[in-house]
């Protein structure tokens, strides 16, 4: 019966280590004073698999443990990404704005429909988060088999420099002219 018992402990705690967790991906570019981000949070399945049902929520972005988050002037610039339907903000052990409710203030769950399902928002503030010190984020409630994350690095992309854009601009259109007269 013990021999058992812990074999099913040891199954069970294999499936727990198994389970997929998230990845938040942003970009940060300058714009008067301010910072733009934009943030994409999708599945990360690198050291684990996905499977239907798994679902994360009180999603803390900026996230740090027992002080001032780094995003708490965060401005939402875009629509709350489905299912939410407004920014929050948490504070105490986990501190930075936060994804927990539904448009009637009722906890919803993110469960994606796939793994390649993601969520993403725009917004602005003061902190420069490619220069000025990482950024965590944290899930702290989960469903469906899915793995917590506490204080995991958020991925900084590169944006394209608005020069880089231009320079394309300018010179896209010289080029296709050359082809065009040869």
């Not at 489905?82 to 052990?93: E, Q």
Request: one cysteine or more; proline letters at 7%; hydrophobic letters at 40%.
């Amino acid at each position: 019966m013990k021999l058992l018992i812990s074999a099913l402990a040891l199954g069970a705690l294999a499936v727990a280590t198994n389970a997929a967790s998230l990845n938040l991906f942003y970009t940060c570019t300058p714009d008067g004073g301010m910072f733009d981000y934009n943030m994409t949070l999708a599945v990360d399945e690198s050291s684990s698999s996905w499977s239907p049902g798994m679902g994360w929520t009180w999603t803390t972005f900026g996230d740090v443990p027992n002080a001032t988050s780094p995003l708490s002037d965060f401005n939402l610039t875009s629509a709350p990404p489905s299912p939410y339907g407004s920014l929050a903000s948490s504070s105490g052990g986990h501190n930075g704005p936060t994804w927990l409710f539904d448009a009637s203030n009722n906890v919803v769950y993110w469960v994606p429909a796939t793994a390649t399902d993601t969520l993403t928002w725009s917004g602005t503030s003061a902190f420069d988060g490619r220069t000025q010190g990482s950024l965590q984020f944290s899930e702290l409630l989960i469903e469906g088999g899915a793995t917590q994350d506490n204080y995991k690095d958020m991925i900084v992309q590169s944006a394209p420099e608005p020069a880089s854009l231009l320079t394309l601009g300018v010179f896209v259109p010289l080029v296709l002219r050359r082809r065009k007269k040869a």
